[in-house]
């Protein structure tokens, strides 16, 4: 087991490195503490919002409503929080406890989630709708401090990740809460002939990604001071795209944080590495979606040979 | 077998509530017009919820991300072919259907050659196209040719062409499904693959067909959809993502697969524009109706999931 996990690992790692080689070597400038920030600047909200994905996933459900709660939890952020910061901890807390009901529901009534969270996006929206009709919001001071401040050696863009990874990673892959959890995904069946409740496991996982997708909003505004309703709509297909690209599945629960981390970091350095290609933006997000392709490919070669040997 | 077993008639019961509370508040007026409009933006909704059906019926994790983005290119390509001159309405109509199989074969040899999840195949996809799209509209926005305009906008019998068309579609696909044995090849594959392969059913075949069709589907979409409007848009197809997935459930299909239901794809369309002109007309702002038709597709899913278990 311990070995098909860092197999499952090395195919990001290895992407990644292969990407942010080739961005030196296109642009040597950006190989410095201020051209790493900027290259990574946008990865800690997608990084978050990746990690969320990921509960849910693990889970063997998906997660579309994600970008618009992301976009809401920002609204709530850049407004509520700012101004009256109890009662602003206070909705995020309610959104992070529907999110956890929502899972609860989604079992107990053994609801198909894409179409609840589909359902559910409408809902995010709205409410985002509600507290932003305009774009506008300020970001509290001190989360603005903390998105920007400079950590001695490496960037705070690259710290984050780094932190993000490790904290989820001993959370899913180490502790026995997180064992259970994949288990879920594994045999739901199995976790509950084994006495595990899982209708509070599928809460757990649902509200672990409400409290993840809360963080993503929050980090989010930090980056760019204020909010609007539809600020991360594209973090609902950039998510599922970078858990996959991170060596997640879609079913039995094989995940891994890491990666998750990982390919969110290639997907915005996919972007930026495209413009120093002076590729024309029309380009990019098509470039996305052929280097997800590419990636999805290197694996199919990869597992052929594994099952090969 | 009553009547109100069919899973059909739920949603055709929620458009026909929806119409009468909004009739309700004006005073029975503008019935006709309601309809009508219902009726026209009701088939943009009920083509792709088709397509998607199709899709769904093929099995678990089965559905196409890649609507939005066919549809837009589709359109987009068919216009700038077209170039507004008149008498181009037909080549236009096989430029897009062009597209609209080209993209769902691309589709299908992502799933089938690179074994990806089709959420992934058509998501990925979907981003190449979209950038295709953006790429050879460059901002124009071309006018459909004069005929063509005339046409989408125009009705026959009372009822809009786009809605006949969307009829039309819907017999097809229900003479298909009900009536042929392609139809129960897709349904016996999206039951059980394993055992529908033993059975001899050509499966792959099966899938290819159906991804390629609901690529052409939502190119027809797009390309009535842009003539309609009077240009193809680059965000014109963002709603129908989850509005074609929203008709497939609502209109009583099962979401794991293996059994449709072409009727409430039907209803289901006419539901949600219908659902969403009732809380205009109520005075709702964008936000409450937003909330309010999220509110409306789950409480429906929980529905019909007690239904089912009961029975």
Same mark, same amino acid.
């Given at each position: 087991?311990?070995?098909?996990?860092?197999?499952?690992?090395?195919?990001?790692?290895?992407?990644?490195?292969? =990407?942010?080689?080739?961005?030196?070597?296109?642009?040597?400038?950006?190989?410095?503490?201020?051209?790493?920030?900027? =290259?990574?600047?946008?990865?800690?909200?997608?990084?978050?919002?990746?990690?969320?994905?990921?509960?849910?996933?693990?889970?063997?459900?998906?997660?579309?409503?994600?970008?618009?709660?992301?976009?809401?939890?920002?609204?709530?952020?850049?407004?509520?929080?700012?101004?009256?910061?109890?009662?602003?901890?206070?909705?995020?807390?309610? =959104?992070?406890?529907?999110?956890?009901?929502?899972?609860?529901?989604?079992?107990?009534?053994?609801?198909?989630?894409?179409?609840?969270?589909?359902?559910?996006?409408?809902?995010?929206?709205?409410?985002?709708?509600?507290?932003?009709?305009?774009?506008?919001?300020?970001?509290?001071?001190?989360?603005?401090?903390?998105?920007?401040?400079?950590? #001695?050696?490496?960037?705070?863009?690259?710290?984050? #990740?780094?932190?993000?990874?490790?904290?989820?990673?001993?959370?899913?892959?180490?502790?026995?809460?997180?064992?259970?959890?994949?288990?879920?995904?594994?045999?739901?069946?199995?976790?509950?002939?084994?006495?595990?409740?899982?209708?509070?496991?599928?809460?757990?996982?649902?509200?672990?990604?409400?409290?993840?997708?809360?963080?993503?909003?929050?980090?989010?505004?930090?980056?760019?001071?204020?909010?609007?309703?539809?600020?991360?709509?594209?973090?609902?297909?950039?998510?599922?795209?970078?858990?996959?690209?991170?060596?997640?599945?879609?079913?039995?629960?094989?995940?891994?944080?890491?990666?998750?981390?990982?390919?969110?970091?290639?997907?915005?350095?996919?972007?930026?590495?495209?413009?120093?290609?002076?590729?024309? #933006?029309?380009?990019?997000?098509?470039?996305?979606?052929?280097?997800?392709?590419?990636?999805?490919?290197?694996? =199919?070669?990869?597992?052929?040979?594994?099952?090969?040997? | 077998?009553?009547?109100?077993?069919?899973?059909?008639?739920?949603?055709?019961?929620?458009?026909?509530?929806?119409?009468?509370?909004?009739? !309700?508040?004006?005073?029975?007026?503008?019935?006709?017009?309601?309809?009508?409009?219902?009726?026209?933006?009701? %088939?943009?909704?009920?083509?792709?919820?088709?397509?998607?059906?199709?899709?769904?019926?093929?099995?678990?994790?089965?559905?196409?991300?890649?609507?939005?983005?066919?549809?837009?290119?589709?359109?987009?390509?068919?216009?700038?072919?077209?170039?507004?001159?008149?008498?181009?309405?037909?080549?236009?109509?096989?430029?897009?259907?062009?597209?609209?199989?080209? @993209?769902?074969?691309?589709?299908?040899?992502?799933?089938?050659?690179?074994?990806?999840?089709?959420?992934?195949?058509?998501?990925?996809?979907?981003?190449?196209?979209?950038?295709?799209?953006?790429?050879?509209?460059? !901002?124009?926005?071309?006018?459909?040719?004069?005929?063509? %305009?005339?046409?989408?906008?125009?009705?026959?019998?009372?009822?809009?062409?786009?809605?006949?068309?969307? /009829?039309?579609?819907?017999?097809?696909?229900?003479?298909?499904?009900?009536?042929?044995?392609?139809?129960?090849?897709?349904?016996?594959?999206?039951?059980?693959?394993?055992?529908?392969?033993?059975?001899?059913?050509?499966?792959?075949?099966?899938? %290819?067909?159906?991804?390629?069709?609901?690529?052409?589907?939502?190119? /027809?979409?797009?390309?009535?959809?842009?003539?309609?409007?009077?240009?193809? %848009?680059?965000?014109?197809?963002?709603?129908?993502?989850?509005?074609?997935?929203?008709?497939?459930?609502?209109?009583?299909?099962?979401?794991?697969? !293996?059994?449709?239901?072409?009727?409430?794809?039907?209803?289901?369309?006419?539901?949600?524009?219908?659902?969403?002109?009732?809380?205009?007309?109520? !005075?709702?702002?964008?936000?409450?109706?937003?909330?309010?038709?999220?509110?409306?597709?789950?409480?429906?899913?929980?529905? @019909?999931?007690?239904?089912?278990?009961?029975?």
């Amino acid at each position: 087991m311990n070995i098909l996990l860092r197999h499952r690992i090395i195919l990001p790692v290895v992407s990644l490195a292969v =990407l942010l080689a080739a961005t030196f070597y296109m642009q040597p400038r950006a190989m410095s503490y201020f051209g790493l920030n900027l =290259l990574f600047n946008l990865a800690v909200p997608i990084a978050l919002a990746t990690i969320a994905q990921m509960m849910i996933i693990m889970v063997n459900d998906i997660d579309l409503s994600l970008g618009t709660f992301v976009s809401l939890a920002a609204c709530v952020t850049a407004t509520f929080l700012n101004d009256a910061p109890i009662l602003g901890l206070a909705i995020l807390l309610a =959104l992070i406890l529907s999110y956890a009901l929502l899972g609860a529901m989604i079992h107990a009534f053994e609801l198909p989630a894409i179409v609840v969270t589909l359902g559910m996006s409408f809902v995010w929206g709205g409410l985002a709708l509600f507290i932003l009709p305009l774009p506008g919001g300020v970001s509290p001071g001190w989360l603005r401090a903390l998105m920007t401040v400079k950590p #001695p050696f490496a960037p705070m863009a690259v710290v984050a #990740p780094i932190i993000i990874a490790a904290v989820t990673h001993l959370l899913i892959v180490r502790s026995g809460i997180g064992t259970v959890l994949r288990g879920v995904g594994g045999n739901a069946r199995s976790v509950q002939r084994a006495g595990w409740p899982v209708i509070w496991l599928k809460a757990l996982a649902y509200g672990l990604a409400g409290l993840f997708g809360v963080l993503a909003g929050m980090a989010l505004v930090g980056l760019t001071t204020s909010a609007d309703a539809n600020i991360a709509l594209r973090y609902t297909l950039l998510s599922i795209a970078g858990v996959i690209l991170g060596g997640g599945e879609f079913t039995g629960g094989k995940v891994s944080p890491a990666g998750a981390v990982i390919g969110a970091l290639t997907l915005t350095l996919a972007a930026s590495f495209l413009s120093f290609m002076r590729l024309s #933006p029309d380009w990019q997000i098509g470039a996305q979606g052929a280097i997800l392709i590419l990636v999805l490919t290197a694996r =199919l070669i990869f597992s052929r040979k594994g099952a090969g040997t | 077998m009553t009547i109100l077993a069919k899973p059909w008639l739920w949603s055709w019961l929620a458009a026909a509530a929806a119409f009468a509370l909004i009739l !309700g508040l004006t005073g029975g007026r503008g019935a006709g017009e309601l309809a009508y409009a219902a009726l026209s933006f009701g %088939a943009f909704a009920a083509i792709v919820g088709l397509g998607q059906m199709l899709v769904i019926t093929l099995g678990p994790g089965n559905v196409d991300l890649s609507i939005p983005a066919t549809m837009t290119l589709a359109a987009t390509l068919a216009l700038k072919a077209m170039g507004g001159e008149p008498g181009t309405a037909f080549a236009g109509l096989a430029i897009a259907l062009g597209v609209g199989a080209a @993209a769902g074969i691309a589709n299908y040899a992502l799933i089938f050659l690179l074994r990806l999840p089709p959420i992934i195949a058509t998501l990925a996809a979907s981003l190449v196209y979209q950038s295709l799209a953006i790429w050879s509209n460059r !901002g124009l926005r071309i006018k459909p040719p004069e005929g063509l %305009a005339d046409f989408a906008t125009g009705r026959f019998l009372g009822m809009p062409n786009v809605a006949w068309v969307g /009829l039309a579609l819907a017999i097809a696909v229900w003479v298909l499904l009900e009536r042929a044995v392609a139809g129960r090849w897709l349904l016996a594959t999206g039951q059980n693959l394993r055992a529908a392969r033993l059975a001899g059913v050509p499966v792959e075949l099966v899938r %290819a067909c159906t991804y390629v069709a609901v690529a052409m589907f939502a190119a /027809l979409t797009g390309y009535l959809l842009a003539s309609f409007s009077g240009g193809a %848009a680059l965000n014109m197809g963002a709603e129908y993502l989850l509005m074609s997935i929203a008709v497939v459930v609502i209109g009583g299909s099962s979401i794991a697969g !293996g059994n449709s239901n072409v009727p409430g794809v039907w209803g289901a369309a006419l539901f949600m524009f219908l659902v969403v002109s009732m809380l205009n007309s109520y !005075g709702a702002g964008a936000g409450a109706r937003n909330v309010l038709t999220g509110a409306i597709i789950i409480a429906i899913v929980i529905a @019909a999931s007690t239904r089912r278990a009961r029975t």
